[in-house]
């Protein structure tokens, strides 16, 4: 059984109805505090804190656990750099709690969502594997952190792991039965359709000066089934060969904030208000994966390379929720 922390979140959910799909068993643990119950459709749930290891040992004795996907976390940069004590203590101490109580059941499968912000500004796009590591915020640092204990986890218990380090994640289920619903919401796919929807004002766009195609930021969007599907690989490889890796996950193409606010526009055929406003501190002006490697050693490759599409599954959610 796999056992999904953080599995009623955006991307959790959409990796518990996918390995469920292709015939794993699973558990969800969360304790909703950003995650919804009724992203749990599929599997098993476990309501619990990571911060409680009690809760974590209860559901290890009642399942039986043969890997973890560790989804759970706080993700927004901005708080990160307000509250950097929430973010080391849920992202890091808690997800410390996690491997022990993994290691005391003898589990040593373990799948974590780590993040393109470990990269901070980058000297090079696309981004490898072994660029630089350098973080310029709590939220990237916390991630970095955990991948860096991974390693020493690794060398003295055995554990073997995988770091997906996912770069924009958007898009929704095709079949409309799950969603991205964060609160607040921080990112820009969704933002950009309340826009449209008419549920905000208006969309505002940080920066129009950055040295990119149109002056404004680039990102490489990634359709959160694309990222579930390399959770289902990353398995496998573990499952096959035990041993630890690391691997960045984008499209390798980027598109500016104008180009998704066009995209918008284009897909729900709704004109709205856009606002421009300075450039926000720590936004790098182009962050583009290189995927060649999870290409290469997982066989993993993007169904939804297309970003229109990745667009209107998500406008098609939100339409119907
Ligand atoms: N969304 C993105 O674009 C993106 C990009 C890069 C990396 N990531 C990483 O992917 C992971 C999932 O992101 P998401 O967008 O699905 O976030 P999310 O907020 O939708 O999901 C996180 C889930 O973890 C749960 N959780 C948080 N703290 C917990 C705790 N102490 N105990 C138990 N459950 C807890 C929440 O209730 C929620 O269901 C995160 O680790 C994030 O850092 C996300």
Redesign the pocket.
């Known amino acids: 059984m796999i056992l999904i922390?953080?599995?009623?979140?955006?991307?959790?959910?959409h990796t518990n109805k996918m390995l469920n799909q292709n015939g794993y068993e699973t558990v969800v643990?969360?304790?909703?505090?950003?995650?919804?119950r009724d992203?749990v459709k599929w599997g098993e749930f476990f309501e619990?804190?990571?911060?409680n290891i009690d809760?974590l040992r209860n559901c290890f004795k009642k399942y039986k656990i043969d890997a973890v996907m560790?989804?759970?976390?706080?993700?927004s940069v901005g708080e990160s750099v307000i509250r950097p004590d929430i973010y080391y203590q849920?992202?890091v101490v808690?997800t410390i709690n996690l491997l022990n109580v993994m290691n005391e059941f003898d589990v040593k499968h373990f799948i974590f969502?780590?993040?393109?912000?470990i990269f901070g500004y980058p000297d090079t796009c696309p981004i490898v594997e072994d660029h630089p590591y350098q973080p310029i915020n709590p939220?990237g640092k916390s991630?970095l952190m955990i991948e860096q204990i991974l390693e020493d986890y690794d060398r003295a218990f055995d554990l073997k792991y995988i770091c997906l380090?996912?770069?924009?994640?958007?898009g929704a289920d095709p079949d409309g039965e799950i969603g991205?619903?964060?609160d607040p919401e921080n990112?820009l796919v969704p933002l950009t359709i309340f826009a449209a929807q008419g549920k905000r004002e208006s969309i505002k766009i940080f920066g129009t000066e950055y040295p990119t195609k149109d002056g404004t930021c680039v990102r490489d969007y990634i359709h959160v089934n694309d990222l579930a599907d390399a959770h289902i690989k990353g398995i496998q490889y573990l499952q096959n060969t035990n041993t630890s890796n690391c691997f960045n996950l984008g499209n390798g193409e980027g598109y500016s904030v104008q180009e998704i606010v066009d995209i918008v526009k284009k897909v729900s055929q709704i004109n709205f208000k856009v606002d421009h406003a300075d450039i926000r501190e720590g936004d790098p002006p182009t962050l583009i994966s290189s995927s060649d490697k999870a290409k290469e050693i997982l066989g993993w490759k993007p169904n939804f390379n297309d970003i229109d599409t990745i667009v209107q599954t998500a406008w098609n959610w939100h339409n119907s929720n």
């Open positions: 922390v953080g599995g009623a979140g955006y991307i959790g959910s643990f969360d304790n909703l505090s950003t995650g919804h992203f619990g804190d990571l911060a809760d560790h989804f759970s976390a706080l993700i849920n992202n808690n969502s780590s993040t393109a912000a939220y991630k380090r996912y770069f924009n994640a958007s991205e619903k964060h990112h």
